[in-house]
T-cell receptor, first 114, second 113 residues
Framework: DVKVTQSSRYLVKRTGEKVFLECVQDMDHENMFWYRQDPGLGLRLIYFSYDVKMKEKGDIPEGYSVSREKKERFSLILESASTNQTSMYLC?????????????FGPGTRLTVL | GESVGLHLPTLSVQEGDNSIINCAYSNSASDYFIWYKQESGKGPQFIIDIRSNMDKRQGQRVTVLLNKTVKHLSLQIAATQPGDSAVYFCAEKGNTGFQKLVFGTGTRLLVSP
């Protein structure tokens, strides 16, 4: 089975802190994604990557950056956390860049910024 | 547990009933569709997918129907069980070639024994 793991289930940070959310997948998937999920808004794409060292902005990239130094790992970085970044963050991966493949999700990280 | 959507449409059914969850999608050029299930406190879990060249696909206890004329997708769950209680949402992929999915906001399914 595909496994997508996220470094923390719950995280509490203070405004202005730098925050790292880590995601690892173990099935050699090319594509990786970061979403945030908020009540009433569904899943919104922050950034995605289809290869090592490649990244593309999603629909809401402001306030975030990403890093993909290894194929299996995709990190989301909040340079200076703000209270409006309190959310559930979900990482996902899928097999190939140009194919109709389902995305496999991690368990999510509930981030609270105080 | 945590709620992933405080104001979601809710479908309440009795155990053993068949459930139908609907989704209207936005892009007539979308060529791939997925249904996900999300239980409280967990990440979304793949249920079933369908490509735009099909209008029906069946899995174990689940069936997805696609009506491209009216841009409508439905998920049918047979003999619904309490363990099916979750938020269900559809996702569509445009035909641009890359794996960018657009997600619906979801429907909460409540199954009572």
């Amino acid at each position: 089975d595909v496994k997508v793991t996220q470094s923390s289930r719950y995280l509490v940070k203070r405004t202005g802190e730098k925050v790292f959310l880590e995601c690892v997948q173990d099935m050699d998937h090319e594509n990786m994604f970061w979403y945030r999920q908020d009540p009433g808004l569904g899943l919104r794409l922050i950034y995605f990557s289809y290869d090592v060292k490649m990244k593309e902005k999603g629909d809401i990239p402001e306030g975030y950056s990403v890093s993909r130094e290894k194929k299996e790992r995709f990190s989301l970085i909040l340079e200076s956390a703000s209270t409006n970044q309190t959310s559930m963050y979900l990482c996902a991966s899928s097999l190939r860049r140009e194919a109709n493949n389902e995305q496999f999700f991690g368990p999510g990280t509930r981030l609270t910024v105080l | 547990g945590e709620s992933v959507g405080l104001h979601l449409p809710t479908l309440s059914v009795q155990e053993g009933d068949n459930s139908i969850i609907n989704c209207a999608y936005s892009n007539s050029a979308s060529d791939y569709f997925i249904w996900y299930k999300q239980e409280s406190g967990k990440g979304p879990q793949f249920i079933i997918d369908i490509r735009s060249n099909m209008d029906k696909r069946q899995g174990q206890r689940v069936t997805v129907l696609l009506n491209k004329t009216v841009k409508h997708l439905s998920l049918q769950i047979a003999a619904t069980q309490p363990g099916d209680s979750a938020v269900y949402f559809c996702a569509e992929k445009g035909n641009t070639g890359f794996q960018k999915l657009v997600f619906g906001t979801g429907t909460r399914l409540l199954v009572s024994p």
